[in-house]
């Protein structure tokens, strides 16, 4: 059994590389996917986030959420683990630092969306919230557009906005903080969020013709970033069907507010990838993207990371 640190997983890792394997693994049979969760999502949680690739692999991801860690500077707030088995025999075939395995996936679901849904000429991104997936999410749009010029930040806390401003231009990357969120949207060809909102940050009546929203960072009921005039305006499109509908607020809510029925969600990721639906239908469609994550693209993440340092099974 390999023991596999964050440093090998960057080592191993590009966008090009995860995003293509992770549309392919969306060509394939459905992955089962089942979590579990002790403690509450507010304060000290463990969960367990577990995945079955049938006949090829398996996988657990062990991760512990402490928000307080935040406030000592010395540790992150959620730290984890992935347990990597052989789907044919169930050996244990790698143990991986999780945290990186995390930024890789998450950034690479929504650059799934944006390959699919965004205009191939996009050319402004808005960034909402400044935290530790920001910059993730930057690298992952830029990779399936790279028309992408200039990319701007809002944050409720300048200071961070900037931060990360200045962390992207030493990158090369024409960024900016801005103030005024309600501009910047109107502004942008895409908007990516990754907050702990529990209320809409993204108003669908600044969202302009052509536009693609991608929601990452709410994951309970009673989080979400983009109010129901996005939903009713948008073609909606999520990364797994069951994930967006197990508790997640950016959709959940908009149903029961009826400005969008169930039937509103036009597909998900395996059904892009295998071409049962079409995103977008013209360069004027509002796309709506609900980043949910799940288990599965963790195991895909690991296969791919596994692959890549050439632990090929025997």
Known sequence: MHIVDDNEVNRVLTFPILIEAIEAAHRRPKIAVKDGYLGDDKGQQLVTRSAVDAGRFMMTKLYTSFPGNLAHGKLPAVQA????????????????????????????????????????????????????????????????????????IWNRTVARAQELATLLE??????????????????????TTCTRAREPLVKGANLRPGTHLDLVGGFTPDTRESDDEAARRARIFVDRRESAFDGVGDILQPIESGAIKESDVLGDHYDLAGGAVKGRLSADDITFFKNAGGGHLDLMTCETVFRQLGMELR
């Not at 005024?180 to 949207?185: G, H, N, P, R, V």
């Open 81 to 152: 683990v992935c347990v990597l088995f052989d789907g044919n025999d169930g050996r244990p075939l790698a143990v991986m630092d999780a945290a990186e395995i995390t930024h890789w996936k998450t950034a690479a679901d929504s650059a799934l969306g944006a390959k699919h849904l965004a205009r191939p000429d996009a050319e402004t991104l808005l960034v909402v919230g400044a935290g530790e997936m920001a910059h993730w999410l930057v690298r992952g749009h830029r990779t399936v557009r790279p028309s992408l010029r200039r990319v701007r």
């Open 170 to 191: 030493g990158d090369g990357i024409a960024a900016e903080a801005v103030t005024d969120l309600d501009a910047a949207t109107r502004a942008a060809d895409i908007i």
